[in-house]
């Protein structure tokens, strides 16, 4: 078994694509290897800024030796009327290499057997590779000189190796070699590669950590070492440590500091200038944001004065302007910007977000009503929701709306109460976030996205796969969980009737919007249950109360009733169509009619879906009986409609809890 070894040296590559490439090269030799008949045990991606390289771990020699049987043409095209070969049947021969002697008939068509030698894999490799590498995909892919061919950034140097020997290959003009490049600033600042296995060690002599799972403990260890040194924190998303990740190849963590007077302004706008302006580590000390933060450096040195000096110098200027609009925002409250609305368009033919304000007031009205939650902070939430739309700070820092209009809401003595359901109705700002704790933001968040999902149906632009118009998918996935989190006893349907009917233009699409929101409900729920359970439970309005729902749904889910299954879904399958009418109990011709029948009475109401199970599956015994005993479909018209009409009863039973013909055992 061999080892090999492709570095594909760039110039700095964009840190999006990076893991983009990762994913790609992985898959791409993993199905090459596989399609090649070529062993391995193991394919390792590693990234920096200025490198795509694969490790293959366990790679056989040469490929599988590989039988085909191949099939050509039918009989009577593959041989004349004197049993002779006709020019196809030669020429199918002839283009696979095979000899008349090998050929043979079977099912009526000419066949072959061919061996087909392995060949070496370094060959392989050398004949394919450069293909490869050119077939990866990505945004702002570009050519240099005068080539046709074109990748993320200009590729500057190769290595590929297999075990200690060079496995030639050239790519846009640039050939292999065993020769690798180091960190910009290390000296030397290249280094010879003898074998994949000291690839690794040989790159961190000049300064790079090649992979990039360990650059990224590297950084956290780092960032760490430093946020101790003066007892702090050190804060960032998973999103801004890939980043960082991937921006450098010799991690070297900084602490610098600003002045603390920039601590006056809302913490969110300092940690976003930090983190997304400048890709910062903000530091935290007994839960306060401080004036100091981390910076990652991809340096090779021992003197950050000009480091610490440059990040400042940036930093500062964007927190100045922060300032800026901060104080001249607050001169009046934040009410003050609500009539501003009205020159922000919210949708075409939605009229302005003034406009869309006031649809929110009135759903969340109507939402408080149902919730039996009527406050004036409720509705004072609903007014101010969108009003830092307006403001300075939120068009430098569009991100931020929300968390903006809430500090300022604090800042004009709004109720507390207010001041964090402004923030929190936009929640969950993703999949993973968290939830709006308050009820007004609950309330003005779910009357806000019921508005947008609305508006973006009635304007033509539901989601498809490529595209999802003002991010409605993530806004149904919103209200699902904060109904479902919060228990809340809304009635999805009405409020999708009455969104419709508050904006300017009519349409009626309220079935495309129901099917979207069960859809995203089962997509929602999926990762913990299994989809027949979740589709079996929609056959009773799963939208008239999501908490209904679920306790359906779980009890489904661990039902092992399967003689109650065969019992309902022969009743499924019997009733094509439902025969609603008043069950004569007169026109019974055996006991098992009867008893089934005042069993099915005495089924419950109950909520307790554990329970109302328990009592299904006493119907069973009842149900076997009667399909033993009585033809449903009897001569006597009168007789077979009472029958019809007793397990039209009973099927509706079923459906209390879900559709039992969806259901997979």
Not at 426 to 435: C, H, K, Q, R, V
Not at 503 to 526: G, S, T, V
Request: proline share 3%; hydrophobic share 40%.
């Amino acid at each position: 078994m061999s080892k090999y070894l492709l570095e594909v040296g760039c110039e700095e590559l964009p840190y999006k694509f990076i893991a983009q490439a990762v994913e790609q090269l992985k898959n791409g030799f993993s199905k090459f290897l596989k399609d090649n008949c070529i062993g391995y045990s193991n394919i390792e991606v590693l990234a920096t800024p200025r490198r795509l390289a694969v490790i293959i771990d366990g790679l056989a020699q040469k490929q599988d030796d590989e039988t085909k049987i191949l099939r050509g043409p039918i009989k009577n095209v593959a041989y004349d009327e004197n049993g002779n070969l006709t020019k196809a049947g030669e020429g199918f021969l002839k283009k696979n290499g095979i000899d008349a002697k090998d050929a043979y008939l079977q099912d009526n068509y000419l066949h072959a057997k061919v061996e087909i030698k392995g060949k070496e894999t370094s060959v392989v490799l050398q004949d394919n590779i450069p293909n490869l590498i050119l077939k990866m995909q990505g945004s702002h892919f570009m050519r240099w000189d005068n080539f046709d061919e074109k990748f993320q950034r200009p590729i500057r140097w190769i290595v590929s190796i297999m075990d200690n020997k060079e496995i030639p290959l050239e790519i846009i003009n640039v050939k292999s070699g065993k020769i690798s490049r180091g960190h910009r600033f290390a000296t030397p600042n290249t280094v010879e590669i003898n074998h994949p296995d000291e690839y690794k060690e040989k790159l961190r002599s000049v300064n790079v950590i090649v992979d990039q799972n360990e650059r990224k403990a590297e950084i956290v260890k780092q960032a760490k070492a430093q946020a101790d040194k003066i007892g702090a924190t050190p804060r960032y998303s998973e999103d801004l440590l890939e980043e960082v990740t991937q921006l450098c190849e010799w991690p070297v963590a900084v602490t610098c500091e600003f002045d603390e007077k920039y601590l006056t302004i809302p913490d969110e706008v300092t940690v976003t200038v930090m983190a997304v302006h400048q890709r910062y580590f903000a530091l935290y000390k007994d839960g306060k944001l401080t004036n100091k933060f981390i910076t990652i450096t991809n340096y090779v040195g021992d003197n950050f004065e000009n480091i610490k000096a440059g990040n400042l110098r940036v930093v500062c200027a964007r927190l100045e302007d922060a300032v800026f609009f901060f104080n001249e925002d607050t001169k009046k409250p934040l009410a003050d910007y609500v009539e501003s609305l009205k020159g922000i368009t919210f949708q075409k033919g939605m009229g302005s977000v003034y406009d869309k304000t006031q649809r929110i007031v009135e759903l969340s009205k109507i939402i408080a009503k149902d919730l039996d939650k009527t406050s004036d902070t409720i509705e004072r939430t609903a007014y101010l929701c969108k009003a830092d739309l307006c403001t300075s700070l939120v068009f430098e820092f569009t991100e931020l709306q929300g968390y903006i209009g809430s500090d300022y809401a604090r800042v004009a003595g709004e109720d507390t109460k207010v001041v964090e359901g402004i923030k929190e109705h936009y929640f969950p700002l993703n999949a993973d976030s968290e939830l709006a704790k308050g009820i007004e933001g609950q309330i003005v968040g779910i009357a806000d996205k019921l508005d947008t999902i609305c508006a973006v149906f009635v304007d033509g632009k539901k989601p498809t796969g490529s595209s999802d118009p003002l991010g409605v998918r993530r806004a149904a996935l919103g209200v699902i969980k904060t109904i479902i989190a919060n228990n809340l006893k809304l009635d999805l349907n009405k409020l999708l009737e009455k969104t419709l009917e508050l904006l300017p233009i009519k349409k009626d699409c309220i079935k495309d919007i129901q099917e979207f929101f069960i859809q995203r409900l089962i997509i929602f729920l999926n990762d913990e249950y299994k989809k027949d359970s979740l589709e079996a439970c929609t056959s009773k309005d799963a939208l008239a109360d999501l908490s209904d729902y679920v306790s359906r749904v779980k009890v489904v889910e661990n039902m092992n009733c399967l003689e109650l299954l065969e019992s309902a879904n022969r009743i499924i399958r019997i009733l094509k169509q439902p025969l609603h009418a008043d069950v004569k109990v007169e026109l019974f011709k055996h006991d098992s009619e009867r008893k089934l029948f005042e069993q099915t009475e005495k089924i419950s109401q109950t909520v307790d879906y554990n329970k109302y199970l328990d009592e299904l599956n006493g119907l069973v015994p009842s149900i076997t009986d009667f399909f033993d005993n009585v033809l449903v479909m009897d001569k006597d018209e009168n007789v077979k409609n009472n029958r019809m009409a007793m397990l039209t009863i009973l099927k509706e039973k079923f459906e209390k809890l879900c559709d039992f013909s969806r259901i997979q055992c």
